[in-house]
């Protein structure tokens, strides 16, 4: 008899505040999945959150080389061509941040 996983998530919002953390694993993750997410998990647990300041500071940011994608002799898979023609996009919205800090929309 098969049984189905039922989650029960008793860490709440304060306590992911509060520095705790968890993660929910199932046997359907791939081994490589799950080992480059605990590897990663790893090296955010490196630093402890109560090292990090609570004062808000822009990260600096630095224009780097990107090198061009080469063009591809066809479709990759799961992607449609789109035939070249005119397009007109619209975009409606408001934005609201109600500060004007350094390093904001950048």
Known sequence: METQPKPNFPLT?????AGFGAFFVTPQMKDAELKALMEKSRNWAATPLASLGDAWKPVHQRVVDIPKTPVASSE????VKVPAAKFEFRMVGTEIEGFNWEGLDV
């Open 13 to 17: 919002r304060r306590d992911f505040l």
């Open 76 to 79: 990759p898979k799961g992607m």
